[in-house]
């Protein structure tokens, strides 16, 4: 069993098609993803915190939302400093990401619901990592949690949709997590009322959101 937070790291190399350090290691025998907080890029509109933070902070979400979407994740140091570390997800080959992504999979349906909740601005084809029709994993949530609305997503099959009484309970279960004390060590306060206030509207307008006129609804590229 590998034993994410106090494993022995060891670096195999660096995925180079990533824009922040992203590092490919081993624990245990198993292959992980390492992004030590010394080597991310300043971003004009994330002044405050650290992505890695971000990353484990929608790790919590998943898990407390009982989605189970983003791969088992800690915070823990590393050979540079402190960082997000995540047990690596290979997907099945077998699998069409893009056939699957547009579909009306269930897991994908959470994956929209979650990323609507934690304002994610960055869900490529290549953040989605599908084992099988029911394990669908995602990945790379740094970019979210801002305190504007930056969703941007290939998923958008279901805007317009009423959400489910069984989602809406999601949102109001996230209502109640956001403010646990762990996420104000990860999150700004004015990123967790922003999170708050969306799940919120969210609630009021009972469906799934739709793309804006105002920014770029899907990211680019978009794999």
């Not at 998943?62 to 994740?73: A, D, N, R």
């Not at 084992?131 to 979210?144: A, K």
């Amino acid at each position: 069993m590998i034993d994410l937070q106090n494993g022995e790291i060891t670096i195999v190399g660096r995925i180079t098609d990533a824009s922040n350090a992203t590092l490919l290691a081993h624990i245990d025998g198993e292959q992980v993803v390492y992004k030590p907080i010394a080597g991310e890029r300043p971003l004009w509109d994330f002044p405050d915190g650290h992505l890695a933070y971000r990353e484990y902070a929608a790790f919590l979400i998943s898990e407390h939302l009982g989605f189970e979407i983003v791969p088992p994740t800690v915070l823990r140091d590393g050979p540079y400093g402190e960082g997000m570390v995540q047990l690596w997800i290979e997907p099945n080959a077998e699998i069409d990401v893009v056939e699957i992504s547009q579909s009306t999979n269930v897991k994908i349906r959470e994956m929209v619901l979650f990323d609507a909740l934690i304002n994610n601005g960055d869900r490529k084809f290549g953040h989605i990592l599908p084992l099988d029709e029911r394990n669908i994993y995602g990945c790379d949530h740094g970019v979210t949690f801002n305190v504007e609305n930056k969703l941007r997503t290939v998923l958008w099959q279901w805007s317009g949709d009423t959400f489910t009484p069984h989602e809406n309970e999601k949102i109001e279960i996230f209502k109640k997590v956001i403010v646990d004390s762990r996420y104000e060590a990860l999150l700004t306060d004015a990123e967790i009322a922003a999170a708050i206030s969306r799940a919120d509207n969210l609630l009021s307008m009972g469906t799934f959101p739709e793309p804006s006129e105002d920014w770029p609804a899907i990211p680019w590229p978009p794999f």
